[in-house]
């Protein structure tokens, strides 16, 4: 089956720092989503991103498709950012269609 | 519009009872999907619906059943609960289309119901 990695599995930063997030996955996908999961557990769409570059304020998002990978840039990081974030594949199976998630960057961004 | 919810929030089962989550979208959305959160791990898919009547198998679908009766409903069973059962549950719903040369499939998700399995 298809395999999804995603790097750094941790990361501490200070508030105020850039960070670059990725997500590589091992055969084409029809589509991709980021997500970020906070502190109490709910799921939050970030992004998403079967193709080229998305930005939402300090967020942005570019998924290379061609080359199996994505990223997701957060700038100026702020305590609430933290959280784990996760990125999800979209495969097409003979029936319908079902996600496979990565597991997971967890940032912890401290004051 | 409230989304996606799931009823129960909590839950604590002993060995060998059963139970059935609920999930409901009031979004209009074709598919809906049960997933499993373990400590530590991402999403795991249990199974999914592409519409009402229609089910099918995800990654760990050992232990669990669904029903898809009705459109906005989604539910699942467990029949004899094991304390390997013992996790978060996430439902989550999208509308698929076309945009562009692309289909679009974006989920959104519920709260999720955390079960403990004594």
């Known amino acids: 089956g298809i395999q999804v990695e995603q790097s750094p599995p941790d990361l501490i930063l200070q508030e105020g720092a850039n960070s670059t997030l990725r997500c590589n996955f091992s055969?084409?996908?029809?589509?991709l989503q980021w997500f970020h999961q906070n502190p109490w557990g709910q799921l939050i769409n970030l992004f998403y991103?079967?193709?080229g570059t998305k930005q939402n304020g300090r967020l942005s998002a570019t998924t290379v498709a061609t080359e199996r990978y994505s990223l997701l840039y957060i700038s100026s990081s702020q305590t609430t950012d933290s959280g784990v974030y996760f990125c999800a594949v979209e495969l097409r199976d003979n029936y319908g269609q079902n996600f496979v998630f990565g597991p997971g960057t967890r940032l912890s961004v401290l004051p | 519009n409230a989304g996606v919810t799931q009823t129960p929030k909590f839950r604590v089962l002993k060995t060998g009872q059963s139970m059935t989550l609920l999930c409901a979208q009031d979004m209009n959305h074709e598919y809906m999907y049960w997933y499993r959160q373990d400590p530590g791990m991402g999403l795991r898919l249990i199974h999914y619906?592409?519409?009402?009547?229609?089910?099918a198998k995800g990654e760990v679908p050992d232990g669990y059943n669904v029903s898809r009766l009705k459109k906005q409903n989604f539910l699942l069973g467990l029949e004899s609960a094991a304390p390997s059962q013992t996790s978060v549950y996430f439902c989550?719903?999208?509308?698929?289309?076309?945009?562009?040369?692309?289909?679009?499939?974006?989920?959104?998700f519920g709260p999720g119901t955390r079960l403990t399995v004594l």
């Open positions: 619906s592409v519409g009402e009547g229609t089910t």
């Open positions: 991103i079967p193709s």
């Open positions: 055969d084409s996908v029809n589509n």
């Open positions: 989550a719903s999208s509308y698929a289309g076309l945009a562009g040369t692309y289909s679009y499939n974006e989920q959104f």
